[in-house]
């Protein structure tokens, strides 16, 4: 049955609007001020595009739009980020009218520790009018229903790997509110306390999984001094407001850096292979 999805395109459209360009800089604390139509922004800054055009009857309980519009109907209630690789192809311009063709290109069923899971991928490759820019694959996983968060731990890395730089912040509510809203994001765990511990199971409200992302990102292209070719990172551990996270990064062979964020327990959270653009 889900099998049938995989294959399954869809079509969006957007623009890249200086208000929107200017909201990401102001939620990163850069002066919102200093952006103007045709400029172009970081590789990363393409999260303002494309938030969830579903209408609100068409949400499910979650804040997500239902399954079974273009994502396939898995049949399992919990919905998480997983992970993304990321190739940054040529620059986004701010006013251009961009596309994005997305496609379910895998669905794999799991058995885990915490009972059933299912994996879903989907490919975006998004398009200004001078070509593709930006190629995306996000990794969904779906579970079951628990009464707690499933207690997943993983070590920082080893000692051998001593950061060259770190930076140590603690996103708050208002940090989280701020990019769900810029990206559109409903989903009531960033924003729905009582939700987020009575169905999830968390004790506190979820930093998103964007937002860490784009963080690492933000930190790794200011510490080198160079802009960001491709990514690749894994969602380890959820991170929770009002608690320290911090930001680690170092160079590694080949022109790439591993960038990782530890959560107030020093456990992984996140981890990020980059590629850096080389002179």
């Known amino acids: 049955m889900l099998e049938e999805w995989i294959g399954r395109r869809e079509e ?32 990363g800054w393409y999260v303002v595009l494309f938030g969830a055009e579903a209408r609100q009857s068409t949400l499910g309980p979650d804040g997500h739009p239902a399954k079974g519009q273009f994502l396939p109907p898995v049949p399992l209630p919990r919905r998480m980020f997983a992970g993304r690789r990321v ?19 895998s669905i794999t069923p799991k058995q885990g520790r915490s009972g059933a899971m299912c994996f879903v ?11 593709l820019a ?40 208002t940090m989280v509110f701020r990019y769900s809203a810029i990206t559109f994001n409903a989903h009531r765990i960033h924003y729905d306390a009582a939700y987020t511990r009575e169905k999830e199971g968390y004790p506190d409200l979820v930093v998103n999984g964007g937002l860490t992302t784009l963080l690492l990102w933000e930190f ?12 690749s990172s894994r969602n380890v551990k959820a991170l929770f407001v009002d ?29 990020a292979e980059l590629a850096l653009a080389q002179p």
């Open 12 to 43: 969006a459209r957007d623009e890249l609007t200086l208000p929107a360009v200017r909201r990401l800089a102001a939620l990163l604390d850069l002066p919102p001020d200093g952006y103007r139509r045709g400029q172009a922004i970081p590789g």
């Open 87 to 105: 190739e940054f192809r040529a620059p986004l311009c701010i006013g251009d009218e961009v596309t994005r063709m997305s496609r379910i290109q």
């Open 121 to 131: 991928t989907v490919r975006h490759e998004i398009a200004s009018p001078r070509g």
């Open 134 to 173: 930006v190629v995306e694959e996000q990794d969904l996983v779906y579970r079951e229903v628990s009464t707690a968060a499933p207690a997943k731990r993983e070590a920082a890395p080893s000692s051998a790997e001593v950061p060259d730089w770190t930076r140590t912040l603690t996103p708050d509510p």
């Open 220 to 231: 790794a292209a200011a510490c080198s001094a160079k802009a960001i070719e491709s990514s």
């Open 243 to 271: 608690r320290p996270m911090t930001l680690c990064g170092r160079m590694i062979a080949n022109g790439k850096a591993r960038t990782w964020a530890l959560d107030a327990d020093g456990d992984l959270a996140i981890d």
